[in-house]
């Protein structure tokens, strides 16, 4: 089933919206803005599914010349969308690579006015699971993904780890340290903003292992470009969810 939304956004998901769901997570699948992986797409939502998660994939625009805050636009609508179809539950944002950039985007300008208008923490995650994510715009930029945001204008914007503040939400990330597409110092540059701010993260950082594994299970294999089964990274999965059922413990006992 489709939901259609701003811009052309849809949300995707398959599974009856009713039950007893542990919450829900909205899926953005990587490809540089450029388009959407299947790899991180239902193999993803159907393992968040075994684990008791209602999943949703965003498929965000990746067509139009320059992308600019659209994907923002189309990832707050999303939230608040899920948001009115399962109102009890507490509502993650799960991006890969270039969708990790979308995911990590909202959590840091979910209240900004100058693209919102008014603050409104419907539109806010619950939380943050950012799996190898372009983050900057500096020395260590996936250039392809914001030249796709920017186009030749100032990129500024895009460059995460400088809008950082205690308004972000909780955040789960990992890499890998030998990743030459989006170097690890993405993902460093945001956990030491993080630490600044006191955001709780948790991160993990997997020595060996090309960008793109996805799970790193034996389903999302591409030999052609070395994104092999791994089952040391494929952990990361099992403890992502441990860390979604410990911040959901957590914001409930906030929340008393």
């Known amino acids: 089933m489709k939901i259609s939304g701003v811009y052309g956004a849809n949300l995707d998901y398959e599974t009856e919206a009713k039950g007893n769901w542990k919450g829900s997570v909205i899926i953005c699948p990587g490809g540089g803005y450029e388009y959407l992986s299947p790899r991180e797409n239902q193999p993803v939502a159907e393992a968040f599914r075994k684990n008791g998660y209602f999943p949703f994939v965003l498929e965000y625009d990746v067509a139009s010349p320059v992308l600019g805050t659209v994907p923002l636009k189309q ?82 914007y895009f ?39 006191q955001v709780p993260f948790e991160m993990v950082i997997y020595p060996y292992g090309v960008h793109g594994l996805s799970l790193a299970t034996p389903d999302v294999d591409e030999p052609a470009k070395k994104r092999s089964a791994d089952a040391h990274v494929a952990g990361w999965f099992a403890q992502c969810v441990r860390w979604m059922e410990y911040t959901i413990a957590r914001t409930d006992g906030a929340d008393k």
């Open 75 to 156: 990832a707050a609508w999303a939230v608040k969308t899920v948001r009115g179809i399962r109102p009890e539950d507490r509502v993650f944002l799960c991006g890969f690579s270039a969708g990790g950039h979308l995911a990590a985007s909202l959590g840091v300008h979910w209240n900004d006015p100058q693209v919102f208008g008014e603050e409104d923490k419907e539109r806010r995650p619950d939380g943050l699971i950012l799996c190898y994510p372009v983050i900057t715009a500096g020395e260590k930029a996936h250039r392809g993904s914001i030249r796709r945001l920017a186009g030749d204008g100032d990129p500024s």
């Open 159 to 197: 460059s995460l780890e400088n809008f950082v503040s205690r308004d972000t939400p909780p955040v789960f990330l990992w890499h890998t340290a030998e990743d030459r597409t989006v170097p690890v110092e993405n993902s460093l540059l945001f956990a030491e903003a993080m630490a600044k701010y």
